[in-house]
């Protein structure tokens, strides 16, 4: 079983920071990759991010240059740095695991997801 837990979510004012992270454990060497995704009140689950083993990573444009993803393989654990935040990023957000493509097409392991609220 894969376990995918979130973890650095809150509550800041607009313009503000946070750090999410996301520690896998199980059978965790079987993902070359991970995401995180994100889901406002009332629609659907939308893709933030996603970085392969390498380091190489792609990240949506409605966050890029505010957002930067980023892992540490050796502890298992995938960041997003989030910077400038606006009340439009308010969301639940969601870890997600597994091959390139499973994590891009939603389709790989979810966390339980932590909440961020952008207050304006």
């Known amino acids: 079983q894969v376990q995918l837990v979130e973890s650095g979510g809150g509550l800041v004012q607009a313009g503000g920071s946070l750090r999410l992270s996301c520690a896998a454990s199980?059978?965790?060497?079987?993902?070359?990759?991970m995401g995180w995704f994100r889901q406002a009140p009332g629609k659907e689950r939308e893709f933030v991010a996603v970085i392969r083993w390498s380091g190489e990573a792609s990240i949506t444009d409605s966050v890029k240059g505010r957002f930067t993803i980023s892992r540490d393989n050796a502890k298992n654990t995938m960041y997003l740095q989030m910077n400038s935040l606006k009340p439009e990023d308010t969301a639940v957000y969601y870890c997600a695991a597994g091959t390139f493509n499973e994590v891009v097409a939603g389709r790989g392991a979810w966390g339980q997801g932590t909440q961020v609220t952008v207050s304006s």
């Open positions: 199980g059978r965790t060497f079987r993902w070359a990759s």
